[in-house]
């Protein structure tokens, strides 16, 4: 079981570091790189294939994704160069309360299973401590 906590918690870390490294990377970019999608959002219908299927279900698709760059482009500039910093301790946070966790399930489960065994053997008698 303590095996099982530590690898789940491994795979927890490995998830949580590549999302904060996929964030940095978008934060970190320059917000005037964003100024080069409007112009293939509007080529976007010879592109996207079903484009008029995605006109039907979600009509002014186009125009979302223009409001959702230009609010992209006022973000990164917003944030600016504290991004990484950001990123990164929100990253060490999220790390620390992974580790602190699994630490307080492992110890968790060891005196779980020391009580059983301690009844098991009749080391220790029931409702006394």
Same mark, same amino acid.
């Given at each position: 079981? #303590?095996?099982?906590?530590? +690898?789940?918690?491994?795979?927890?870390?490995? /998830?949580?570091?590549?999302?904060?490294? *996929?964030?940095? =990377?978008?934060? %970190?970019?320059?917000?005037?790189?964003?100024?080069?999608?409007?112009?293939? +959002?509007?080529?976007?219908p010879e592109r /996207?294939?079903?484009?008029?299927? +995605?006109?039907?279900?979600?009509? *002014?698709?186009?125009?979302?994704?223009?409001?959702?760059?230009?609010?992209?482009? @006022?973000?990164? *500039?917003?944030?600016? %160069? =504290?991004?990484?910093?950001? $990123?990164?301790? /929100?990253?060490? $946070?999220?790390?620390?309360?992974?580790?602190?966790?699994? @630490? =307080?399930s492992t110890w968790? /489960?060891?005196?779980? #299973?020391?009580?059983?065994?301690? +009844? =098991? @053997? *009749?080391?220790? %008698?029931?409702? %006394?401590?």
């Amino acid at each position: 079981m #303590v095996i099982a906590i530590w +690898i789940l918690t491994l795979f927890g870390l490995v /998830v949580w570091s590549l999302g904060a490294w *996929g964030l940095h =990377a978008v934060l %970190s970019l320059d917000a005037s790189r964003l100024t080069e999608l409007k112009p293939l +959002i509007d080529t976007l219908p010879e592109r /996207v294939p079903y484009a008029s299927v +995605i006109d039907v279900w979600l009509p *002014g698709w186009r125009d979302m994704l223009k409001l959702g760059v230009d609010l992209m482009q @006022t973000a990164l *500039g917003w944030i600016g %160069s =504290a991004a990484p910093l950001l $990123v990164w301790t /929100v990253w060490a $946070v999220g790390t620390l309360m992974l580790v602190s966790l699994a @630490t =307080a399930s492992t110890w968790g /489960v060891r005196a779980l #299973v020391r009580s059983r065994h301690r +009844i =098991a @053997t *009749g080391s220790a %008698s029931p409702g %006394s401590r």
